[in-house]
């Protein structure tokens, strides 16, 4: 039987189902919270252990189990805090390309509490010296073209120490190696000692600055964790609505495989991708930079079963010149946000990718990835919308005076739930100019249809 989108959404959050919520009080806030969702970074982290040797990043030739990167993390999270004495809250940045270290380096400064940094590789030196001094930095790890842009600002950082990774036969002056601070590391059998509530510091993600200085979104560890539920919402509800069932608790799940088109470095690659990967067991594929061509190659080679980024990438595979040379029966999944995407999109990928689910969504850095999704019939029903609210989520349309509107309305969107962040780090006015009673103005232009379906 096809449930409706209520029925869906009831069967789906009933009391013992996988997507209970809870409501709880956040900064003052009634809140809905997912029940089920882990408690931290580090909890997930400890959980990934049960996926031992499966693999879990491939970089061209490299390949990382699980169980490697996991000794790897291990050993720098103990090098971070008995050697540079790195403690809970301490900020720890990260400014590389996508490097299997960028994940090393991001969980090992999770698992100790502190608050993880990542800064867009695509930076100047002069804007990488600002989001340091900005959010106080005491460790860097970088990789060897953002350290040389840094080095004529390295003196003026706050930093105890810059890390740089894959530097060849020496550091830099002033760096350390990253390979050599793990090699002098003892390999130890535990993480060091450490604790992290759901409201705990977790991440700054640093906006585009378009209106100003990058300002730095502060998140927690509830509205990271919490993705990892909304992303699974949104696939268990477009399962129900074509008449599907769902898993049985215990059931073994097939593992996928996920290339990763967009960067770590923003919430998408690192909350949706990265962190989703992790918690589910998956293999995550790695490119050295975004070409359709290698990225068919990497799908047929790696078995990929799910890859997007934004909507142009789509585009790119599906309108290759090549696109027929390959093997891409494996792909089960092409999803995409971060632009608008075309309402013929959804019919051309199904055109030349007939096993592919297509899948579109919004989100930004101010709601930890995501906020709405559209998969499946619902998205066939309805492409050129963004999709429905995760339940989590309460979204409004308002006036220029903060009014809400009714649906079919134009207006400006606001967000609220457990996945919006604290604020912006350090900057009091601007969060609030942006952040209202726990509702984030998030400055697009939208309209709520009847049945609740955003159009950005």
């Avoid at 029925?7 to 900064?27: K, Q, Y």
């Amino acid at each position: 039987m096809i449930l409706s989108i209520a029925e869906t959404r009831a069967a789906l959050i009933a009391p013992g189902a996988p997507f209970e919520m809870a409501e709880m009080e956040i900064r003052g806030i009634r809140t809905r919270v997912w029940k089920n969702a882990p408690p931290s970074l580090r909890a997930v982290l400890l959980q990934g252990r049960a996926h031992g040797d499966l693999p879990f990043i491939i970089y061209e030739d490299e390949r990382l189990s699980y169980a490697e990167h996991d000794r790897a993390v291990t050993r720098f999270a103990n090098a971070l805090a008995n050697r540079f004495r790195i403690a809970k809250g301490d900020r720890v940045a990260i400014a590389m390309r996508n490097f299997p270290e960028w994940s090393i380096a991001f969980w090992a400064a999770a698992a100790i509490g502190a608050i993880v940094v990542p800064l867009n590789a695509w930076m100047t030196g002069a804007e990488l010296e600002y989001c340091l001094s900005d959010c106080g930095a005491a460790l860097l790890v970088a990789d060897a073209e953002r350290a040389e842009r840094l080095a004529p600002h390295k003196a003026a950082l706050p930093l105890r120490a810059g890390l740089v990774v894959r530097a060849g036969a020496a550091a830099p002056e002033g760096w350390l190696g990253f390979e050599d601070v793990l090699a002098a590391t003892p390999a130890p059998a535990e993480l060091p000692e450490a604790a992290s509530e759901p409201e705990d510091d977790a991440t700054i993600f640093y906006t585009s600055g378009t209106t100003g200085k990058p300002k730095g979104a502060l998140g927690t560890q509830r509205n990271i964790c919490g993705n990892l539920l909304s992303l699974a919402y949104a696939q268990a509800r477009a399962k129900l609505r074509r008449g599907e069932t769902l898993p049985t608790s215990g059931e073994v799940l097939p593992k996928r495989s996920y290339l990763l088109s967009v960067p770590f470095f923003h919430v998408t690659g690192c909350h949706s991708v990265l962190a989703a990967s992790f918690f589910a067991g998956n293999k995550l594929v790695l490119m050295h930079r975004w070409n359709p061509e290698r990225a068919m190659e990497l799908i047929q080679r790696e078995r990929v079963t799910g890859f997007g980024g934004v909507p142009s990438m789509a585009w790119q595979v599906i309108e290759s010149p090549d696109f027929g040379r390959y093997d891409l029966s494996s792909v089960e999944s092409v999803s995409y946000g971060g632009a608008p995407a075309a309402p013929e999109l959804v019919a051309r990928l199904k055109q030349k990718l007939p096993l592919a689910e297509p899948g579109n969504g919004y989100g930004l850095t101010e709601t930890s990835s995501v906020t709405t999704q559209n998969v499946g019939e619902d998205y066939a029903r309805k492409p050129e919308s963004a999709g429905l609210p995760i339940p989590v989520c309460d979204l409004r349309v308002v006036d220029p005076t903060g009014r809400e509107l009714p649906p079919g309305s134009i207006g400006e969107l606001w967000i609220t739930g457990p996945n919006v962040v604290k604020g912006y780090w350090n900057k009091p006015e601007a969060t609030a100019q942006t952040f209202t009673d726990g509702w984030l103005h998030s400055g697009d232009v939208a309209r709520i249809d009847e049945e609740g379906f955003v159009f950005i």
